[in-house]
């Protein structure tokens, strides 16, 4: 009795000892970088959602995005309104989550005044495979602060992405709401290269 209890024992040592370690979860921020990655290629018509009266100046054609260039750990997705090519949102993952930053190009593709604005998720684990948020990080603080722009110091900006359904971005701060909506159904013809890019020289 006594052999047959220890034979059983060490078989179940080794078994144990011989177990793969299970796969690692994906985080939030992984999951939803995956779902920006499978949409890459494609470009989208979209709508406003939340606005202010001046947003409607701003906004003369309609929105499409196109998430034109993708790797591993960068997303690159130029909105355009009508004939103005100046936007690109750019989304990278890194150890300590996401970021999102705003490139703005003039038309001959010299950078805007205000470039590279944005800033980082609250971690890995912060938000959800659906839904990330970015408030605005200090080196986009200090760039609005010495623009005179001292109400989008408390700028937070969201992505929202429902598989096959709807993307949106989203602008906050105090006495502010913005946001335009894509439909992910309905993919459109992509729109030409964004300012800025090499295709568009």
């Keep these: 009795m006594h052999l ?21 979860l994906a985080t939030p921020a992984d999951a939803f ?41 960068e997303i690159r997705i130029p909105f355009h309104v009508g004939d103005d090519r100046s936007r690109t949102w750019v989304i990278t993952r890194g150890a300590k989550g996401l970021r999102l930053k705003h490139q703005h190009r003039h038309a001959d593709g010299s950078p805007d005044a205000i470039d590279r604005y944005g800033g980082d998720s ?16 200090a080196e986009s603080k200090a760039m609005f602060a010495a623009a005179g722009m001292q109400a989008s110091i408390g700028n937070t900006w969201a992505i929202e992405v429902e598989s096959g359904t709807r993307f949106a971005y989203e602008l906050r701060r105090a006495n502010r709401h913005f946001s335009v909506e894509f439909d992910l159904s309905a993919p459109v013809a992509p729109p030409p290269p964004p300012w800025g890019s090499e295709a568009a020289q």
């Design 122 to 137: 609250a971690g890995p684990g912060a938000g959800s495979a659906s839904r990330q948020e970015f408030p605005a990080d």
């Design 33 to 73: 970088f995956e779902r920006l990655l499978a949409l890459c290629g494609n470009a989208y018509a979209g709508r406003l959602g939340a606005h202010d009266a001046s947003d409607l100046a701003a906004f003369g054609g309609t929105p499409v995005m196109h998430v034109r260039e993708c790797s591993a750990d």
């Design 4 to 24: 047959l209890l220890v034979s059983t024992l060490t078989l179940l040592v080794a078994a144990c000892a011989t177990r793969e370690p299970a796969p690692a």
